[in-house]
Nanobody
Framework: QAQLVESGGGLAQTGGSLRLSCAAS????????MGWFRQAPGKEREFVAV????????RYADSVKGRFTISRDNTKKTVYLQMNNLKPEDTAVYYC???????????????WGQGTQVTVSS
């Protein structure tokens, strides 16, 4: 049974930084793209970033380009989301997810973590 466990959320001030981690276990994740999504209160869940396990190709939502960086450590089966220059609109529950493709579309993701809260104060 594949499992994804996020950590690293918390409270940050505008302009601050946080790093999220997503530890994967129990699955053949080297075949998957690993993505981050977020859901703000009252809004639908949205794509943030995705990285391929093997080639390391990445994609980002326009709203986070230049501020967030997704990376991975294959030996630790962990994906990271470094978030810099945080804004209040980044406040959301952040989820990591695993897909068989490099996709920005939620329905292509098969496994999801439980989410971690990120709150950015103004």
């Amino acid at each position: 049974q594949a499992q994804l466990v996020e950590s690293g959320g918390g409270l940050a001030q505008t302009g601050g930084s946080l790093r999220l981690s997503c530890a994967a276990s129990g699955g053949t994740f080297w075949r998957y793209g690993m993505g981050w999504f977020r859901q703000a209160p009252g809004k639908e869940r949205e794509f943030v970033a995705v990285i391929a396990w093997t080639a390391g190709a990445t994609r980002y939502a326009d709203s986070v380009k230049g501020r967030f960086t997704i990376s991975r450590d294959n030996t630790k089966k962990t994906v990271y989301l470094q978030m810099n220059n945080l804004k209040p609109e980044d406040t959301a529950v952040y989820y990591c997810a695993a897909s068989s493709t490099l996709s920005e579309v939620e329905r292509f993701y098969d496994y999801w973590g439980q989410g971690t809260q990120v709150t950015v104060s103004s």
